[in-house]
């Protein structure tokens, strides 16, 4: 097989560059732009670094195309090529038993990476989802019993994302949820679909034989889930002088204003997606045209639907500031995040609802002040 340097070359990538990419992941992973060369021996120390197992249980393979579907060959996918990816559905050349065999005999050694993207589905007496005669999370135990680091890549995997959404019927649930067990060895990456930067980055992290990254009680990392949305956004000047999109098709609309009216999720959302951005940086969700639809947050879809309407996350009260907390998906942060904001643009007259007479403006699908929805 080929070396990673010869894989570079008939993909056009320069040592330059191929360098950048490492610091950049080096950065990531908190050990600064020193840490760079330590990132690409790593990646160069042959073709077949660690085994890995991906998993495709309750999913759209949406997670899948976000690493795959490149116009050309970028770097993180050649990194991704170098890992020895002995069993996935999805894009494996194996099948039937082949696969099967290839399975076997990475679970035998032990000590692979277990790669899990779609939610585990428990419901219908254990039979809503099968894989060679084995129901998927029967699948997900054996596979993550001995693994040395299991990455749930996705919403569905994190929390169960789109599968779980009311009323269920699959019994999904996410990875961590259903083997608790694994919460030392777990990392969460959420996101429908995840970013393929911070899979890459967390999979330098195993190469190089650093401890895994600071998580947040989510099991994120803090590098990419510790800030809001709104802390990055493009668009938070506008959010500042009361500027805000009302419609689809107008004016405010081409101009980039805000998108907090038609429900923008950013201002409760923890992800970098501002800074890493999508499709090798070339543009994410908000500066595309839409309201964030949190899909960084546990228990997204439930909590943020209906999405293109607002869900007062964010609205004036005593403090300047009134979180309302919609399931799971308001952060405890966002208050702190928040706090300033609510105050100067409250003293302003700019947040244009009030609250008076306790009387609300509070969606359906909202919980009363003070609540929590577990979902």
């Not at 998993?55 to 060959?73: D, I, R, V, Y």
């Not at 219908?124 to 998927?136: F, H, K, P, V």
């Not at 090798?280 to 899909?295: A, L, T």
Request: with cysteine; aromatic share 6%.
């Amino acid at each position: 097989m080929q070396g990673l340097d010869a894989r570079l070359s008939l993909a056009g990538v320069s040592r330059r560059e191929f360098l950048a990419f490492c610091g950049a992941a080096a950065t990531a992973l908190g050990l600064g732009i020193s840490g760079a060369p330590a990132v690409a021996d790593a990646l160069q120390r042959g073709p077949r670094l660690t085994p890995a197992i991906w998993l495709n249980l309750g999913s759209c393979t949406g997670c899948t195309e976000s690493l795959a579907q490149s116009g050309t060959p970028d770097i993180a996918t050649i990194v991704l090529d170098m890992l020895s990816l002995d069993y996935m559905e999805t894009l494996g050349a194996a099948a039937g038993t082949q696969a099967e065999s290839a399975l076997d005999d990475t679970l035998r050694r032990g000590g692979h990476l277990a790669i899990v993207e779609g939610a585990v589905m428990t419901g219908e007496a254990g039979n809503t989802l099968r894989i060679a005669g084995t129901t998927g999370d029967a699948l997900l135990e054996r596979v993550c019993r001995d693994a040395a680091l299991v990455i749930a890549v996705g919403s569905c995997a994190a929390d169960g994302g789109w599968v779980r959404a009311r009323p269920n019927p699959a019994g999904a649930t996410g990875v961590l949820q259903h083997l608790p067990q694994l919460e030392p060895r777990l990392v969460n990456l959420p996101t429908c679909p995840v970013n393929p930067e911070w899979v890459v980055a967390v999979l330098s992290g195993h190469l190089l034989g650093l401890p895994l990254p600071p998580l947040d009680d989510l099991r994120r990392p803090l590098t990419f889930f510790g800030q809001t949305i709104h802390d990055n956004c493009p668009r938070r000047g506008h959010f500042a002088n009361g500027e805000f999109v009302e419609r689809f098709g107008s004016l405010e609309e081409s101009l980039g204003w805000c998108l907090y009216d038609m429900g923008c999720k950013g201002p409760v959302t923890r992800t970098d997606c501002p800074r890493v951005r999508w499709n090798r940086g070339v543009s994410w969700c908000v500066e595309s045209g839409s309201p964030c639809i949190g899909c960084g947050s546990p228990d997204w879809v439930d909590a943020g639907a209906p999405f293109l309407s607002r869900t007062n996350a964010v609205r004036p009260g005593i403090a300047g500031l009134r979180p309302e907390v919609a399931g799971e998906v308001v952060a405890a942060g966002a208050a702190g995040a928040f706090a300033i904001w609510g105050v100067v643009e409250t003293a302003r007259g700019r947040l244009r609802d009030t609250m008076d007479s306790g009387e609300t403006d509070r969606t359906d699908h909202e919980e009363p002040s003070g609540t929590l929805k577990n979902g």
